[in-house]
């Protein structure tokens, strides 16, 4: 078997060399590419600045006997390659909702080590050596005969750039491991970006109270919120210490809790939030709290814990107690994410927290 590609690094530094000797071919020959936002260059050269890996480039690569010099011809990654190339010339700003400290920095407003990092950078590179076009092609169908189709929020992290999806990235970045460890959710369910598109609904209920969980809410909110996103930072803050509540009272029980379910951690954090902070639209009355009442809380939701545990044969609850409890289970155990069935589950978190807080 002869393998047709080589795996390479190669630094950023490399290709602006070999642009300049007009040895780098960045015509899209191969794939074509709508040109990207300044959003999108911008969110690149953050990722750059950081360190983070991004996808490999194909570059076929050809010497020519006679010259003696190497033609290289981009087929995957001309856009990236025309980002970077331009962003070295001052061509575009680094946007500040991706990065505080650059955010309105061209590459010659930025300091000597961050200048010299950019430029040590490598991109992973399948060289492909002399292939011809038909090759190349083929290459590319083989490549794409096993990808996955993108989930919903998979495609809004192509698509968006701005500051409600750097919000929600963030956020999500910080609290994989809570999210793990917590079983929220799986390592599998993270690599489809699953806890982002559920941060996208909690900051949404931050923002402009309890709201469906659809996929045209979420698709609206990052269209809306891509130029700029209201009290981004404060968002950010009160999101960190609604989490920190919830790891206050649970500890390390979180794990064994019915409330480790999406469609009831949702409601706890919208009612703790309320409580710490005020939620939109939400007609539950607000009651304060200290770290020292954590045990009287938990006591409260073990209540709504144990209402949920069901028979051996998982058909149904151990015990209703009363009309409230039903109306509550009716709410979480059926159509979950109508923002009507979230403003009951909610309410009723508060009234056990409030209760227990009297």
Same mark, same amino acid.
């Given at each position: 078997?002869?393998?047709?590609?080589?795996?390479?690094?190669?630094?950023?530094?490399?290709?602006?060399?070999?642009?300049?000797?007009?040895?780098?071919?960045?015509?899209?020959?191969?794939?074509?590419?709508?040109?990207?936002?300044?959003?999108?260059?911008?969110?690149?050269?953050?990722?750059?600045?950081?360190?983070?890996?991004?996808?490999?480039?194909?570059?076929?690569?050809?010497?020519?006997?006679?010259?003696?010099?190497?033609?290289?011809?981009?087929?995957?990654?001309?856009?990236?390659?025309?980002?970077?190339?331009?962003?070295?010339?001052?061509?575009?700003?680094?946007?500040?909702?991706?990065?505080?400290?650059?955010?309105?920095?061209?590459?010659?407003?930025?300091?000597?080590?961050?200048?010299?990092?950019?430029?040590?950078?490598?991109?992973?590179?399948?060289?492909?050596?002399?292939?011809?076009?038909?090759?190349?092609?083929?290459?590319?169908?083989?490549?794409?005969?096993?990808?996955?189709?993108?989930?919903?929020?998979?495609?809004?992290?192509?698509?968006?750039?701005?500051?409600?999806?750097?919000?929600?990235?963030?956020?999500?970045?910080?609290?994989?491991?809570?999210?793990?460890?917590?079983?929220?959710?799986?390592?599998?369910?993270?690599?489809?970006?699953?806890?982002?598109?559920?941060?996208?609904?909690?900051?949404?209920?931050?923002?402009?109270?309890?709201?469906?969980?659809?996929?045209?809410?979420?698709?609206?909110?990052? $269209?809306? !919120? #891509?130029?700029?996103?209201?009290?981004?930072?404060?968002?950010? %803050? /009160?999101?960190?210490? *609604?989490?920190? @509540?919830?790891?206050?009272?649970?500890?390390?029980?979180?794990?064994?809790?019915?409330?480790?379910?999406?469609?009831?951690?949702?409601?706890?954090?919208?009612?703790?939030?309320?409580?710490?902070?005020?939620?939109?639209?939400?007609?539950?009355?607000?009651?304060?709290?200290?770290?020292?009442?954590?045990?009287?809380?938990?006591?409260?939701?073990?209540?709504?814990?144990?209402?949920?545990?069901?028979?051996?044969?998982?058909?149904?609850?151990?015990?209703?107690?009363?009309?409230?409890?039903? $109306?509550? !289970? #009716?709410?979480?155990?059926?159509?979950?994410?109508?923002?009507? %069935? /979230?403003?009951?589950? *909610?309410?009723? @978190?508060?009234?056990?927290?409030?209760?227990?807080?009297?």
């Amino acid at each position: 078997m002869q393998q047709l590609f080589n795996t390479r690094n190669y630094s950023i530094r490399d290709f602006e060399e070999w642009n300049s000797r007009n040895e780098l071919v960045l015509q899209p020959k191969f794939q074509r590419r709508d040109v990207w936002s300044d959003k999108a260059r911008s969110y690149l050269m953050d990722t750059i600045i950081r360190g983070k890996p991004i996808p490999k480039i194909y570059m076929r690569q050809d010497v020519n006997p006679k010259t003696r010099r190497a033609v290289r011809e981009i087929v995957d990654g001309q856009q990236r390659l025309i980002t970077v190339l331009n962003f070295l010339k001052d061509g575009f700003k680094i946007s500040k909702a991706h990065h505080d400290t650059f955010g309105g920095k061209t590459f010659s407003g930025l300091d000597t080590s961050t200048q010299r990092d950019i430029l040590k950078y490598e991109f992973v590179v399948d060289l492909l050596q002399d292939m011809p076009d038909s090759e190349v092609f083929n290459v590319f169908a083989r490549i794409n005969t096993y990808s996955e189709k993108l989930k919903a929020q998979e495609l809004r992290n192509s698509n968006w750039f701005g500051d409600f999806k750097s919000c929600v990235y963030l956020l999500s970045e910080e609290f994989t491991t809570f999210f793990i460890e917590n079983k929220i959710f799986a390592e599998k369910a993270i690599l489809r970006m699953a806890e982002a598109e559920f941060i996208s609904d909690l900051i949404l209920a931050m923002q402009d109270g309890i709201q469906a969980g659809s996929k045209g809410v979420r698709d609206n909110a990052y $269209k809306k !919120y #891509d130029d700029e996103f209201p009290s981004r930072k404060s968002h950010e %803050k /009160r999101f960190r210490e *609604t989490m920190d @509540i919830i790891k206050g009272i649970f500890g390390t029980a979180l794990a064994q809790s019915e409330f480790r379910a999406i469609r009831l951690f949702y409601p706890l954090f919208c009612a703790l939030y309320h409580f710490k902070f005020g939620l939109l639209k939400l007609k539950s009355d607000r009651v304060s709290f200290r770290a020292a009442d954590y045990p009287k809380m938990k006591t409260a939701l073990e209540y709504v814990d144990d209402l949920l545990r069901v028979d051996e044969f998982r058909r149904k609850p151990v015990a209703l107690k009363s009309a409230d409890d039903r $109306k509550f !289970y #009716d709410a979480y155990s059926v159509h979950w994410v109508h923002a009507d %069935k /979230r403003t009951i589950v *909610t309410d009723y @978190i508060c009234r056990k927290l409030g209760k227990a807080l009297d």
